[in-house]
C-alpha cells in the first residue's frame, strides 16, 4: 500500500512562493498509470484539486491556479513536489498530496497523505 | 465544469440517509464518493458510481444516471457523521463537489 507524506513550509509571506513535497514509501512515483496530486483545503471549506504530474513528467493544473503553480517529480527521491507562487491569505489551507490508481481504466483517488497546514501571514 | 451538493444533510440513527451531486450529463462520467471527518483525511467510500473499496462497509452504495450521482448510507450509525465530496473527472481535469454535512442524530 502506498503511503504519502507531506513536508515543507508551514508558514509563508504574503507574495512568496509555497513550496512543498511529498515522499512517497510502499511503491514507485515512476510507476505508469499513476497520478501524483496536490488538494487543497481551506479552513472550514471543501476540498479544491490544484493539479498532478504523472510518472513521466507530464503535468494538468486546475485552470484557476495554472499561471502560479508548479507541479513536478523527482525519481531519483521518489518524491514530488509543489511551488505556488504569489501567495495571499486565501492560499492558506490544509494541503494534501493523493495518488490515483486504475481500477477498470478509471482513475481513482486511493491514497492520501494526512495533511499538511500551511499559513500565509507576514 | 461544476458539481453541486446539498450543504447539509441530517437522518436518525438507522435510517437511510442519501447525498446527491449534480453535474450536467454527470452519468456519462464515474463518480467517486469521499468521507472526511475533522482533522482527517479524505477516505475512498464508492467509485465508478457503485464500487466499494475493501473495508468500506456494505451500508454505503452509490449510483448515477442523469445528472445525478447518489450515495446512500442505510442505517446510517452515529460513526457516518462526516462530510462527504463527490468527485469526477472532466475531460483531464479533477473536480470535487462542494461537500455535504451528514448530521446523524
Known amino acids: 500500500q502506498v503511503q504519502l507524506q507531506e513536508s515543507g513550509s508551514r508558514l509563508v509571506k504574503p507574495s512568496q512562493t509555497l513550496s512543498l513535497t511529498c515522499a512517497v514509501s510502499g511503491g514507485s512515483i515512476s510507476t505508469g498509470g499513476h497520478s501524483w496530486n496536490w488538494i487543497r483545503q481551506p479552513p472550514g471549506k471543501g476540498l479544491e484539486w490544484i493539479g498532478y504530474v504523472y510518472h513521466n513528467g507530464g503535468t494538468f493544473y486546475n485552470p484557476s491556479l495554472e499561471s502560479r503553480v508548479t507541479i513536478s517529480i523527482d525519481r531519483s527521491k521518489n518524491q514530488f513536489s509543489l511551488n505556488l507562487t504569489s501567495v495571499t491569505a486565501a492560499d492558506t489551507g490544509v494541503y494534501f498530496c493523493?495518488?490515483?490508481?486504475?481500477?477498470?481504466?478509471?482513475?481513482?483517488?486511493?491514497?492520501w497523505g494526512q495533511g499538511i497546514l500551511v499559513t500565509v501571514s507576514s | 465544469y461544476d458539481l453541486a451538493q446539498p450543504p447539509s444533510v441530517s437522518v436518525s440513527p438507522g435510517q437511510t440517509a442519501s447525498i446527491t451531486c449534480t453535474g450536467h450529463k454527470l452519468g456519462d462520467k464515474y463518480v467517486s464518493w469521499f468521507q472526511q471527518k475533522p482533522g482527517q483525511s479524505p477516505v475512498l467510500v464508492t467509485y465508478q458510481d457503485s464500487k466499494r473499496p475493501s473495508g468500506i462497509p456494505e451500508r454505503f452504495s452509490g449510483s448515477n444516471s442523469g445528472n445525478t450521482g447518489t450515495l446512500t448510507i442505510s442505517g446510517a450509525q452515529p460513526m457516518d457523521e462526516a462530510d462527504y465530496y463527490c468527485?469526477?473527472?472532466?475531460?483531464?481535469?479533477?473536480?470535487f463537489g462542494g461537500g455535504t454535512k451528514l448530521t446523524v442524530l
Open positions: 493523493a495518488s490515483t490508481g486504475v481500477y477498470g481504466g478509471n482513475s481513482v483517488f486511493d491514497n
Open positions: 468527485q469526477a473527472w472532466d475531460n483531464s481535469v479533477v473536480i
